[in-house]
T-cell receptor
Framework: RKEVEQDPGPFNVPEGATVAFNCTYS??????FFWYRQDCRKEPKLLMS???SGNEDGRFTAQLNRASQYISLLIRDSKLSDSATYLC???????????FGAGTRLFVKA | DAMVIQNPRYQVTQFGKPVTLSCSQT?????MYWYQQKSSQAPKLLFH???????NEADTPDNFQSRRPNTSFCFLDIRSPGLGDAAMYLC?????????????FGPGTRLTVL
């Protein structure tokens, strides 16, 4: 079993749609959680950190469920510019070992 | 602007010919990382430096080495590149370890091995 698993997609959604991604992790001692966005042939860029209480940044909402060991990302009112690969990132206790999921591809169409 | 810079952006080398990739940062972060990312795969951590302390991942081949001569610079040396080493190599930094401390990535160097 992979340490971090994501549905690879692709998710094909129309503009304005709401779309949700889930990510599961296997190490219950994992400490920090992030969502990164990666455009084709570009570097990953931090989208948001994920806190235990959940957090929201504009159209993006992230949730953490430690009991079930998954994190989620919700995108509301999808824009064409949201088309990208979304990487789930988990960091273990100690702070260095960072595990990336393979990413979920999103295509937003007009 | 504070940033992570990688040079070159594209590197072509021949099978078995040593190559060095460069990373510099103006963020004054303590930690620098090197990742390998192959097409449609997750970035895979090769090693990291916490200040001057080098930490190798257990499954990183011996063919890959790294140097950090000062806080700002970190190099990735591939001693004898094979065809399977063709990938995007990403450098990242973080201020420190522990809770939070997100990583900031450079634009990457795309390595082609002929």
């Amino acid at each position: 079993r992979k340490e971090v698993e994501q549905d690879p997609g692709p998710f094909n959604v129309p503009e304005g749609a709401t779309v949700a991604f889930n990510c599961t992790y296997s190490n219950s001692a994992s400490q920090s959680f992030f969502w990164y966005r990666q455009d084709c042939r570009k570097e990953p860029k931090l989208l948001m950190s994920v806190y235990s209480s959940g957090n929201e940044d504009g159209r993006f909402t992230a949730q953490l469920n430690r009991a079930s060991q998954y994190i989620s990302l919700l995108i509301r009112d999808s824009k064409l510019s949201d088309s990208a690969t979304y990487l789930c990132v988990v960091r273990n206790t100690g702070g260095f070992k960072t595990i990336f999921g393979a990413g979920t591809r999103l295509f937003v169409k007009a | 602007d504070a940033m992570v810079i990688q040079n070159p952006r594209y590197q072509v080398t021949q099978f078995g010919k040593p190559v060095t990739l460069s990373c510099s940062q103006t963020l004054n972060h303590n930690v620098m990382y090197w990742y390998q990312q192959k097409s449609s795969q997750a970035p895979k951590l090769l090693f990291h430096y916490y200040d001057k302390d080098f930490n190798n991942e257990a499954d990183t081949p011996d063919n890959f080495q790294s140097r950090r001569p000062n806080t700002s610079f970190c190099f990735l040396d591939i001693r004898s590149p094979g065809l399977g080493d063709a990938a995007m190599y990403l450098c990242a930094t973080s201020r420190d370890k522990g809770y939070g401390n997100e990583q900031f990535f450079g634009p990457g160097t795309r390595l082609t091995v002929l």
